[in-house]
């Protein structure tokens, strides 16, 4: 049996990293602030994947060359081509010359097939990419491979575009003595509300193990993971065309993906996926309140999460919060147009532990202030329970403030 | 045939209002604000009535009682009546016992049956209502009863809550020289989004006509006309537990709603209809640009309607308007995670005039600074063709701005 992780790291250190894989991030000159934008990973003896694309019907053309490239490979990952600043979407026929290009020079300087380079972008959407600019870099990125602690955060700070900080989460679990490692790193500050399908903001999130396993195995425990931790989270509900989420598995430790490792290997990503879901949402543009959605009681978790969701996006909730506003009335009436059907009647809300609504009224006990306290706290939780059933869903989401009108109203002629 | 209406009229004019109605408002002390409170509408010698009411799970105690009343008198209404300041929602028994006491008041004073009273609530939600505030406050309403526009006015003014002015819109067609007239009267500024089911935010909408009619024949007419107005406009999405719309009509001009009248009928009512919706956009909480979105070249409607009301919602579409930032990149990935299918390479986008995307790529004609300016302007449209039908829908939406976090944010403890 292996053992469970007993907690999170959030910040790499050497020790705490898979083997098999060597990180860099250069300055390509994409990104107006001169900041580095072009990051790379390189599995040096190879990786099998499993990897979620958005599910917007609008796809940026890195995911549709990395859909091709993982059939092709068969799951087989050498490298993780990412640039930040251009999306490189709805860019034509151009943008998926220029995708194709920096993937050939990768794979030519990897000595390996360019179906075994998976690339994503992040940034504005529609501006061609120069492909060039990448090209370029990529031999300077290459140079600066490594595998310690100032590597892997080299990277995790060359995929951020509107984030204000780096995004990531380690976890080790042991396998008769053996160590299995994850790392995880990650960007998405806005345009998140992921949906990611089976092969999913613009959220990029790259998974590194040296656990062993085929590619099967990892599609079996990344979906569950992602289901409740990145499809569990929104900041402005706007599904991107980017989104990707990558497990890499390098199985440098020695230990297997199998029946006896997954529940352990499932826990260790599980804790991962939640830690970098919390810090997409901590970060959020303007964010100032991380509120947790607590959805019980009802007849399915489809439903529960239906629930969720509406209030979790909900203009009216989300600018209430701002302001530690317990008006739960905007929280009945977004969970009433969700479209699941309840009886008020049967309804108990509370905000943190204070019971707010119950049994279809203002709680007796509703204490306006002591809430209002409750609510100045960076993070809390609101508990919505239908009173219907057993089924229930979590959903992380955050308040609309000023700021976030700001920053995506921020335009300069 | 009738002719049909030429124009709008915005504002009541003595000529322009339907005979077999009185109106007035007065203040019951409700509000805080001491603004009138109280609304009355009375047919003298009865109306029938086609009503629809808010689809949302959540509803307030007169969206209850006004159910029961339409079905058991059959459809005829004696009197309207509206308080605002509290929406008397999550009011549970109490709140259905404050709705009928006042009901069953102005039933007593008017000669009538209490199922002849259509009750409706706007205002905070979760409050308990004051009856006797309405009870008292009626002798006073019932005395200021008029047929002039003064009263028409008043009672328009009586409905307000964060409104920032009357909504009000009347058209007359003519059938054999006898004038058959609508007024309507509507508030609402936010939380809109309605959704209005066959018996729909806070929107309430009252519509007065002297047509003679069977509330079938009314029902056949409101339902397409409330499709294409309160059901195409959003402001943030947040479907309310009291949306309203109202239609009456007296029989007055002697002009009876049959096959040979239905067509300039229902002409006139869309048009009247047509004119509140947007009254209620253009006056939403800090709206500064009314965006219509025209999406054509759709397979089904539902589809169009799907693809608009993404674009429609999408935080960083309406942030994006609030500067005049033509950024079609988020147009496009809203229409993207709407459900619906489509292939971006089929796709036009026209800001106004001005194309901006065309066929999976930003348009070679794209001009920023142009299609910027065109986008000063305080109303504009966007045309989404997705190139696969012929299919189209009209949705009205607005911008996302500083001001309407401040209004919903606003919290005193």
């Known amino acids: 049996m292996m053992k469970i992780p007993a907690k999170v790291l959030l910040i790499p250190t050497h020790d705490s990293l898979p083997g098999g894989f060597r990180w860099s991030a250069v300055k390509a000159g994409i990104k107006a602030s001169g900041n580095p934008d072009l990051a790379l990973a390189v599995a040096p003896g190879g990786a099998n994947a499993a990897v979620m694309f958005t599910s917007n019907q609008v796809v940026a053309a890195p ?42 020079a990768a794979a030519a300087a990897l ?27 990529l031999p300077a990125a290459l140079a600066a491979l490594g595998s310690d602690a100032e590597a892997a955060v080299a ?137 947790e959605l ?22 009216l909730c989300k600018t209430a919060w701002s302001s530690g506003d317990p008006n739960w009335g905007r929280i009945l009436a977004a969970a009433g147009y969700s479209g699941v059907q309840f009886d008020p009647a049967t309804v108990s809300i509370h905000i943190g532990p204070y019971p707010v609504f119950e049994r279809g009224v203002r709680s007796p006990r509703f204490d306006e202030a002591a809430t209002h306290r409750h609510m100045q706290q960076r993070e809390y939780t609101i508990h919505f329970d239908l009173g219907h059933g057993t089924a229930s869903s ?13 920053i995506n109203a921020d335009y300069s002629t």
Chains 1, 2 share one sequence.
């Not at 087989?76 to 640039?83: I, T």
């Not at 097939?113 to 370029?136: D, F, H, R, W, Y």
């Not at 490792?261 to 997409?280: E, G, K, N, P, T």
């Not at 399915?300 to 509406?310: D, F, I, K, W, Y």
Request: aromatic residues 4%; negative net charge.
């Open 155 to 291: 990277f995790a700070r060359g995929i951020m575009t509107t984030d204000t900080r780096m995004k990531t989460a380690l976890a080790m679990v042991e396998m008769d003595g053996k160590p299995v490692r994850i790392f995880g790193a990650c960007k998405g500050a806005g345009m998140i509300g992921p949906q990611l399908g089976p092969p999913h903001a613009t959220m990029l999130v790259y998974l590194f193990s040296d656990i062993a396993s085929c590619p099967e195995a990892l599609r079996a425990a990344l979906a569950p993971a992602v289901e409740a931790s990145f499809n569990s989270i929104t900041i402005d509900g706007d599904t991107s065309t980017n989104d990707t989420v990558l497990l890499l598995a390098s199985g440098t430790s020695g230990v297997e993906l199998n029946e006896h490792s997954f529940a352990a290997f499932q826990s260790a990503l599980d804790a991962v996926c939640a830690s970098l879901a919390h810090q997409i949402v901590d970060d959020g543009e303007g964010v100032t309140h991380v509120v």
């Open 394 to 406: 979590r959903f992380l989401t955050c308040d609309l403030t000023v700021e976030y009108v700001h």
């Open 63 to 104: 995911i549709t060359v990395g859909r091709e490239h993982i059939a092709a490979s068969g799951g087989m990952v050498r490298a993780v081509l990412v640039n930040s600043g251009n999306a490189n979407c709805a860019t034509g026929e151009p943008g998926l010359a220029a995708c194709r290009t920096s993937c050939n």
């Open 111 to 137: 000595g390996c097939t360019p179906q075994q380079i998976l690339p994503s972008s992040t940034g504005v959407i529609g501006v061609p990419l120069p492909a060039e600019k990448l090209t370029n870099a």
């Open 294 to 315: 607590s959805v019980t009681g009802a007849r399915t978790s489809a439903e529960a999460r239906q629930v969720a969701r509406a209030i979790a996006h909900s203009p």
